[in-house]
């Protein structure tokens, strides 16, 4: 589930749309609606296929969005076990597209972050083992332009 701020492709007061939901003021109410992340995200990744799934529900705020992840392992973990491996992977090989947070933050102290994507570590809950949920923020406009750069400094490096 993305706990998503509005978008222009909402109505700022009740107004005419073809999805009666996105029809009501943006600013006014949390809205459950559709999002294509789950079906990008198994055209990158072709192994999470039909095994991926979400919504998105629209939220009053203009900026800054947040993910709620929940995934069944294969193996028994924990929060703890969890929090590790994403922080490594932010100081390592995501370094600059994933950060990992661990004071107690708010959408807004996100706003104007680069990265793709921020774990809530505070969030991180494990459920018997194999249920794990994380949180993470990203603002929907900024880390979004900031891979559109990285892809054309990669493009103009390969001489594309």
Known sequence: TTIHSYTNDQQILDLPHKDLRRARAASLSMIPT?????KAVSLVLPALKGKLDGMAI???TPNVSLV???AETEKE???EEVNK?????ARNELKGILEFEEE??????FNGTEASSIVDGPSTKVIEGRMVKVLAWY???WGYSTRVKDLIKFIVKKGI
């Open 139 to 141: 603002d929907n406009e």
């Open 85 to 89: 491996f994403l922080k490594d992977a």
């Open 77 to 79: 973990t924990t929060a």
């Open 68 to 70: 709620d992840l929940v």
């Open 58 to 60: 629209r939220v009053p």
């Open 104 to 109: 107690p933050l708010v959408s807004v102290d």
């Open 34 to 38: 559709t999002t294509g992340a789950a």
